[in-house]
């Protein structure tokens, strides 16, 4: 699939929903369990989402599309949500991530990205040179890795009480 930025958009504008309806009445044991010592459970992935909302994406696209020559990203803590409130209710969680992501998505289609824009550049501290095509592209595929990181965090759970059906449960063996 070649990159569409409206079909991004479509895709990104979801998550937010998917994740709302995943959470919605669950348990903390579902909600804070993880896979084990440095692993994260879905609460603390999505802290991690919402951190990127507000330190990430669009700050970076606009980084990128500035007429600055130093067009350098800061680094992204991918752990700062462990240094937020650990008992605030996922439903006010839930909530900060829709309207950080409505605003974003509202902020990106606001910069009137042209084909063109989408080859020009930023740079990562780690990676270097980077597109806004891979930035947009990347925000995309992030989304969609935590949802699965999601589902296999939970299903874990249970991984001891399925017997011998793991063996059918690929979600379980990574």
Do not use: C
């Not at 609460?43 to 970076?60: A, M, N, Q, V």
């Not at 947009?136 to 991984?159: C, E």
């Amino acid at each position: 699939m070649k990159f569409d930025l409206n079909k991004s958009i479509e895709l990104l504008e979801k998550t937010p929903f998917i994740l709302e309806s995943f959470f919605e009445n669950l348990s903390n044991d579902w909600l804070k369990s993880n896979e084990g010592e440095k692993t994260w459970s879905p609460y603390d992935i999505l802290g991690h989402l919402i951190f990127g909302e507000k330190t990430d994406w669009i700050i970076r696209a606009k980084i990128i599309l500035s007429p600055s020559k130093r067009k350098l990203f800061e680094p992204f803590d991918r752990f700062a949500q462990f240094n937020e409130d650990q008992n605030t209710m996922v439903s006010e969680l839930i909530n900060e991530f829709k309207a950080l992501r409505k605003n974003n998505l509202k902020e990106l289609e606001s910069l009137n990205i042209k084909p063109e824009d989408l080859k020009r550049k930023g740079e990562h501290p780690e990676l270097g040179e980077v597109t806004l095509e891979q930035l947009l592209s990347t925000w995309v595929v992030h989304d969609l890795g935590h949802i699965a990181q999601i589902s296999r965090v939970m299903a874990k759970q249970y991984k001891s009480n399925v017997g011998p059906w793991e063996a059918y449960l690929g979600i379980l063996k990574k």
